[in-house]
Structure formats: structure tokens, C-alpha cells
């Protein structure tokens, strides 16, 4: 076809001439047909409800097609033809036997159109498929059709959407009783007892005792249950009347009504209601303790139903409650040392909090303290004693010393004269 041609309905005909020998004569045959120029392309930008979908899932075909100077197309007939990737090379055939229309939906400006995708429970739109197993795989859609005014879209696969089909089977709305599965898609299910396992779960109401191993989901409705999760990850857990159990498993929020949870080696974000708080007023962190102490304490919080207050893991005295409250802690019954004290409160939806302080217990010190100051004292009393008894002493001495002064002066004197009367007697 010329580059130049104009847009338009064209009729083509072909004449041939055949001379036969065997006949002796010319035969003469002609045959036509009518094809259609286009001034160009309309072009569909495809997109899917989701890139990422479940077996069985309704996926809706959204198309915005448009002419090449990229105003809207709102008039035509359009279709999507969705196929495994790996058929591929079949789609000219399985675009004869399986199209879904699309309509032009002028509130949104697109070309839409549903679909849904095969399972091992039904094939869905996909009825070409038959016994093929090619449910979880890659899948394309092209859309293909004409504008109105004789646009037509491109046949080439390169303009193709992709979408992916997950190996979980979807069910919406279903009610299941008692059921063990694997890799399930549940949204806006209720699961009456069972166990689930490698599923992924939006938005389900469970009743019952239900168990979720290794499974995924974003909100979960717990209604007079006993709910086990193992290596799980839940986004948000409303429990009524029930019991939830976390081994290995990762909540982000449990909103516990009339319920109770027990937490083995998971993280909860946070907790509805908040777990109560602790706190120790006296005594305060290393503080060293002698004699008759009064432990005091407050607990915040609601439905506080046990508040144990321990001297290294022994328990002194149990309340009710929440409030402040005191305990009189005899420190002599206990040998001198280092101890923990602590106070744990639980509440009726089983979340515990805790605080403790460390403690030092001196009782033999302040007795040994004690003693030493009376000795000291005592030694203090003798040794001022001793001083006045060699001041004493001292002054004993010096008049001694003054006397046998005296008495030798007076000797030597009495000698002098003796010696001198000798002389005169002489």
C-alpha cells in the first residue's frame, strides 16, 4: 500500500488470463475484495485492577485508547483477549474462540471491562483453557478493535499488558466450616473453625477454634473463638469474647473485647485496651535498706485484675485493682545483700507490665556500724582518760623535781659550810 495513499475504503481486483492448450482456449477469471486505509492508529494504554491477582479473582480491564493526536476514542468496538504468556504464539486462535468486550465508560474516561481468571474450581472466563493446567503464571492482555470513524488499534503482541497469577486460589464472600487449606485467597470470608495454612486473608470473620500457620492477612474479626497464630503476620486483630494465641506470629494492632491473648515470642504494636503502668514511688534504685520499709506504689490503668509485688521472685503480698498502694517490707528477715524488687500487674485481657527497682539490704552492716562506734566512742572515753592521767603525771613530776632541786642545793650548801668550818678549825 502506498505511504501516500488516502484514508479510505478501497476495492481491489484481480483479472487472469489463461490460454489452455487442452481446450484449445483462452480462459479468463477475475476475483475482488475491499480493504480499508486508516489515517493511523488508535492507541490502547492498558492497566488491570490488579497487576498481582489470585486464582479465581475478577480482575477489571481498564483501556484508555486515543488517536494519534491524543484526544480520547469514546465511539468503536474494542476487546481484551487474556492468555497465558506461554500461548502466546496461539493467540491469533484463541482470539477467534475468547474475547472479552469493553465499553466505553465515559465517568472515567476508559475502556473497561471484567474478567475472570481460572482456578482449580472453575476456569472462569478462560473456558479455551480446558484441562491446562495454567492457572498461577504470567498472563497477557491485548486489546484490540476500531474506532468508529476506522482507527484501528495495533495487532502486534509488543503492545500487550502483563499480569501475574499467584498459586492462591481467591474466594470472596464464602462461608467455610471446618476445613484444613493451603494457599488460599480469602477476602470478606467467614471461617467457622479450621486450619489454614500459607494463606492470605482480607477482611475474614473467624468463629470457632481456628488456626493460621504461615499465613498473611490485613484484618481479622475474632467472634467467640479460640484463635491460634503461628509464624503469622496480622495486621489489625478484633477480638470479641475470645482468646488469641501468638507464637512466632507479628501483629500490628489487638483490640481485645471481653478477650484475652497469650504471647509466645511475637510483637504486638499496640494493644487495645493499653496495658496498664507500673510504678515504683519509694524505694528508689540502689537504695540501701535497714529496719522496717514502706514500699510504695501506683498501677495505672483499667480492668487491672492482679497487682503482685515480689522480693526477688518471691511474692510479698497480692492486691486488686488499680490505685496506689503500700507494704511494709521487714528488711531483718532477709540476709544482707543485693535484691530485685518488683511489681508486676496483669489485666483481665492478660497483658502484663512490670517494674522493679534494685535494693541493697545492710541490717548486719548497720549492727557492725553500730558497734564499732561504741567501741570507738569507749576508746575515745579511755584515751581522754589517759590524758588527764599523764597530765596528772607531769605535773607529779615536775614538783619532784623541784624538791630534789631544793634538797641538792641544800646539800651542797651544808657541805660548803662544813668544809669551811674545818678550814677555820685548822
Same mark, same amino acid.
Given at each position: 500500500?502506498?505511504?501516500?495513499?488516502?484514508?479510505?475504503?478501497?476495492?481491489?481486483?484481480?483479472?487472469?488470463?489463461?490460454?489452455?492448450?487442452?481446450?484449445?482456449?483462452?480462459?479468463?477469471?477475475?476475483?475482488?475484495?475491499?480493504?480499508?486505509?486508516?489515517?493511523?492508529?488508535?492507541?490502547?494504554?492498558?492497566?488491570?485492577?490488579?497487576?498481582?491477582?489470585?486464582?479465581?479473582?475478577?480482575?477489571?480491564?481498564?483501556?484508555?485508547?486515543?488517536?494519534?493526536?491524543?484526544?480520547?476514542?469514546?465511539?468503536?468496538?474494542?476487546?481484551?483477549?487474556?492468555?497465558?504468556?506461554?500461548?502466546?504464539?496461539?493467540?491469533?486462535?484463541?482470539?477467534?474462540?475468547?474475547?472479552?468486550?469493553?465499553?466505553?465508560?465515559?465517568?472515567?474516561?476508559?475502556?473497561?471491562?471484567?474478567?475472570?481468571?481460572?482456578?482449580?474450581?472453575?476456569?472462569?472466563?478462560?473456558?479455551y483453557?480446558?484441562?491446562?493446567?495454567?492457572f498461577?503464571?504470567?498472563?497477557?492482555?491485548?486489546?484490540?478493535?476500531?474506532?468508529?470513524?476506522?482507527?484501528?488499534?495495533?495487532?502486534?503482541?509488543?503492545?500487550?499488558?502483563?499480569?501475574?497469577?499467584?498459586?492462591?486460589?481467591?474466594?470472596?464472600?464464602?462461608?467455610?466450616?471446618?476445613?484444613?487449606?493451603?494457599?488460599?485467597? &480469602? #477476602? +470478606? $470470608? /467467614? !471461617? =467457622? *473453625?479450621? @486450619?489454614?495454612?500459607?494463606?492470605? &486473608? #482480607? +477482611? $475474614? /470473620? !473467624? =468463629? *470457632?477454634? @481456628?488456626?493460621?500457620?504461615?499465613c498473611n492477612?490485613?484484618e481479622?474479626?475474632?467472634?467467640?473463638?479460640?484463635?491460634?497464630?503461628?509464624?503469622?503476620?496480622?495486621?489489625?486483630?478484633?477480638?470479641?469474647?475470645?482468646?488469641?494465641?501468638l507464637?512466632?506470629?507479628?501483629?500490628g494492632?489487638?483490640?481485645?473485647?471481653?478477650?484475652?491473648?497469650?504471647?509466645?515470642?511475637?510483637?504486638?504494636?499496640?494493644?487495645y485496651?493499653?496495658?496498664?503502668?507500673?510504678?515504683?514511688?519509694?524505694?528508689?534504685?540502689?537504695?540501701?535498706?535497714?529496719?522496717?520499709?514502706?514500699v510504695?506504689?501506683?498501677?495505672?490503668?483499667?480492668?487491672?485484675?492482679?497487682?503482685?509485688?515480689?522480693?526477688?521472685?518471691?511474692?510479698?503480698?497480692?492486691?486488686?485493682?488499680?490505685?496506689?498502694?503500700?507494704?511494709?517490707?521487714?528488711?531483718?528477715?532477709?540476709?544482707?545483700?543485693?535484691?530485685?524488687?518488683?511489681?508486676?500487674?496483669v489485666?483481665s485481657?492478660?497483658?502484663?507490665?512490670?517494674?522493679?527497682?534494685?535494693?541493697?539490704?545492710?541490717?548486719?552492716?548497720?549492727?557492725?556500724?553500730?558497734?564499732?562506734?561504741?567501741?570507738?566512742?569507749?576508746?575515745?572515753?579511755?584515751?581522754?582518760?589517759?590524758?588527764?592521767?599523764?597530765?596528772?603525771?607531769?605535773?607529779?613530776?615536775?614538783?619532784?623535781?623541784?624538791?630534789?632541786?631544793?634538797?641538792?642545793?641544800?646539800?651542797?650548801?651544808?657541805?660548803?659550810?662544813?668544809?669551811?668550818?674545818?678550814?677555820?678549825?685548822?
Open positions: 500500500m502506498p505511504s501516500n495513499a488516502t484514508p479510505g475504503l478501497y476495492t481491489i481486483i484481480l483479472n487472469a488470463t489463461y490460454s489452455s492448450y487442452t481446450l484449445n482456449a483462452t480462459i479468463t477469471g477475475s476475483y475482488f475484495t475491499q480493504i480499508y486505509v486508516a489515517g493511523g492508529y488508535s492507541l490502547p494504554s492498558v492497566r488491570v485492577s490488579s497487576t498481582y491477582a489470585f486464582e479465581g479473582q475478577v480482575i477489571t480491564i481498564y483501556a484508555n485508547i486515543t488517536y494519534p493526536n491524543g484526544t480520547e476514542v469514546k465511539y468503536g468496538m474494542y476487546s481484551a483477549t487474556v492468555y497465558p504468556l506461554s500461548l502466546s504464539g496461539l493467540y491469533p486462535l484463541i482470539s477467534q474462540v475468547f474475547e472479552t468486550p469493553l465499553w466505553y465508560n465515559p465517568r472515567l474516561g476508559l475502556w473497561v471491562g471484567n474478567v475472570t481468571l481460572p482456578s482449580q474450581y472453575s476456569l472462569g472466563s478462560l473456558t483453557l480446558g484441562g491446562n493446567l495454567y498461577s503464571s504470567p498472563y497477557g492482555v491485548l486489546v484490540t478493535g476500531t474506532s468508529a470513524d476506522g482507527y484501528p488499534t495495533p495487532s502486534s503482541l509488543s503492545t500487550q499488558y502483563t499480569l501475574y497469577v499467584i498459586p492462591y486460589t481467591m474466594l470472596n464472600g464464602a462461608t467455610l466450616s471446618g476445613i484444613k487449606a493451603y494457599h488460599m485467597a &480469602l #477476602i +470478606n $470470608d /467467614t !471461617l =467457622i *473453625g479450621g @486450619v489454614y495454612v500459607d494463606s492470605i &486473608l #482480607i +477482611n $475474614d /470473620t !473467624l =468463629i *470457632g477454634n @481456628v488456626t493460621l500457620v504461615n492477612a490485613s481479622l474479626t475474632v467472634i467467640n473463638s479460640h484463635l491460634l497464630l503461628v509464624s503469622s503476620s496480622i495486621g489489625r486483630v478484633r477480638a470479641i469474647n475470645s482468646t488469641v494465641e507464637f512466632s506470629s507479628r501483629v494492632e489487638l483490640d481485645l473485647s471481653s478477650s484475652t491473648y497469650v504471647n509466645e515470642n511475637s510483637v504486638i504494636s499496640s494493644i485496651p493499653k496495658p496498664p503502668i507500673v510504678i515504683i514511688n519509694s524505694p528508689v534504685n540502689g537504695t540501701s535498706l535497714t529496719g522496717l520499709v514502706t510504695n506504689f501506683t498501677v495505672i490503668g483499667n480492668d487491672v485484675l492482679n497487682v503482685s509485688l515480689y522480693l526477688n521472685n518471691h511474692v510479698l503480698i497480692a492486691f486488686t485493682g488499680n490505685g496506689t498502694f503500700t507494704y511494709t517490707l521487714n528488711t531483718t528477715d532477709y540476709p544482707d545483700g543485693t535484691y530485685e524488687l518488683s511489681v508486676v500487674a489485666q485481657s492478660g497483658a502484663v507490665a512490670s517494674s522493679s527497682v534494685e535494693v541493697n539490704l545492710a541490717n548486719e552492716l548497720l549492727s557492725l556500724s553500730g558497734g564499732l562506734s561504741r567501741l570507738t566512742g569507749e576508746l575515745a572515753s579511755n584515751a581522754t582518760a589517759m590524758r588527764k592521767a599523764l597530765v596528772e603525771l607531769n605535773s607529779n613530776l615536775t614538783m619532784i623535781e623541784i624538791l630534789l632541786l631544793v634538797s641538792l642545793a641544800l646539800s651542797a650548801a651544808a657541805l660548803a659550810w662544813f668544809a669551811a668550818s674545818r678550814v677555820k678549825s685548822t
